[in-house]
């Protein structure tokens, strides 16, 4: 069984590299299209499986060959996939990801079945949530099926971590189920009112939402690293310099870093520097799982910090 599992998205990225990113009506020519394996969820379960930890996916897909692909790149990956099942009629979510360079990007994303994963679906991956430590949860599915992941969680004694990506209000139920909540600065601002700009300000978004009722806030600040807050006190993790070429999948790679160190007992500290070193090296490649590290890269470049 797993000791994280991820309840969340699965899309395929059609990845487009262009000089800059178009403004509103505008035509230009990109360099390239390349097809790679993506979504939130399941970036973020590969990144957790990479750098070692056990690992499930719970999701739906369409029945195309989209769906074969994201399924085949989970397993590659060592994730199991026995919660990412098929729903007819529906395709596959895919994202529109056109990239700059300085690893700028723009996002369109098609549901598809992820928009069709009800509560139902949480449910019949039940067993999956037995034994795990951590599960992982984010916002491009249904918030009725992330509020039931986030409850069949707490009964199994596992820690919640919540990436409140994209960021929209969350219902004040949801809110008390969750152990680290896990914003960057535009999603912390949409949750709080309060312009991250830096340290400071995150402290005061990392306050304002442990007023709200969540046990932990951990703000990501990009290349600043991050800042978190709870039981433990306030305190800032710095990222290490990286060149950057893609920062598409530094969240979840931060994200499925976290779950990993949490799910291996580590401490706050420690997780947030596991995720901010994740990130780091995720945003030095480019596409999305393709930059997710494995764990021997990933130790050599956290003991080297």
């Known amino acids: 069984m797993a000791d994280v599992v991820v309840v969340g998205s699965l899309n395929v990225d059609l990845v487009v590299r262009a000089p800059r990113?178009?403004?509103?009506?505008?035509?230009?020519?990109?360099?390239?299209?390349?097809?790679?394996?993506?979504?939130?969820?399941?970036?973020?379960?590969?990144?957790?499986?990479?750098?070692?930890?056990s690992t499930a996916m719970v999701?739906?897909?369409?029945?195309?060959?989209?769906?074969?692909?994201?399924?085949?790149?989970?397993?590659?990956?060592?994730?199991?996939?026995?919660?990412?099942?098929?729903?007819?009629?529906?395709?596959?979510?895919?994202?529109?990801?056109?990239?700059?360079?300085?690893?700028?990007?723009a996002i369109l994303a098609v549901p598809g079945a992820n928009g069709a994963m009800g509560p139902e679906a949480v449910g019949e991956a039940r067993p999956l949530f037995s034994s795990a430590r951590v599960i992982l949860l984010q916002l491009e599915i249904p918030m009725a099926t992330v509020i039931r992941a986030a409850q069949l969680a707490r009964e199994a004694g596992a820690l919640v971590v919540l990436d409140p990506a994209p960021a929209r209000p969350l219902p004040a139920h949801l809110i008390r189920l969750v152990d680290f909540v896990t914003p960057n600065e535009v999603e912390a601002q949409?949750?709080?009112?309060?312009?991250?700009?830096?340290?400071?300000?995150?402290?005061?978004?990392?306050?304002?939402?442990?007023?709200?009722?969540?046990?932990?806030?951990?703000?990501?600040?990009?290349?600043?690293g991050a800042l978190f807050a709870g039981p433990e006190g306030t305190a800032h993790v710095p990222s290490?310099?990286?060149?950057?070429?893609?920062?598409?999948?530094?969240?979840?790679?931060?994200?499925?870093?976290?779950?990993?160190?949490?799910?291996?007992?580590?401490?706050?500290?420690?997780?947030?520097?596991?995720?901010?070193?994740?990130?780091?090296?995720?945003?030095?490649?480019?596409?999305?799982?393709?930059?997710?590290?494995?764990?021997?890269?990933?130790?050599r470049f956290l003991e080297g910090r």
């Open 21 to 53: 990113l178009p403004n509103s009506g505008e035509t230009i020519s990109a360099q390239s299209l390349d097809t790679v394996p993506g979504g939130k969820g399941a970036n973020q379960a590969v990144a957790a499986a990479r750098l070692g930890v």
């Open 59 to 105: 999701g739906r897909v369409g029945e195309d060959d989209f769906g074969q692909l994201m399924r085949k790149s989970l397993g590659d990956a060592g994730v199991d996939v026995r919660g990412v099942l098929p729903v007819a009629g529906q395709s596959t979510g895919v994202a529109v990801v056109i990239v700059a360079p300085g690893g700028q990007n």
């Open 190 to 224: 949409a949750l709080t009112g309060i312009t991250v700009r830096g340290r400071k300000e995150a402290a005061d978004a990392a306050q304002e939402l442990l007023g709200q009722g969540f046990r932990r806030a951990i703000v990501k600040l990009g290349p600043e």
């Open 240 to 299: 290490p310099p990286v060149k950057v070429v893609d920062t598409t999948a530094a969240g979840d790679a931060f994200a499925g870093a976290l779950a990993a160190a949490l799910a291996q007992g580590l401490d706050l500290h420690e997780a947030v520097q596991w995720g901010c070193t994740a990130g780091a090296l995720a945003v030095t490649r480019p596409g999305a799982q393709p930059s997710l590290p494995h764990r021997e890269e990933f130790l």
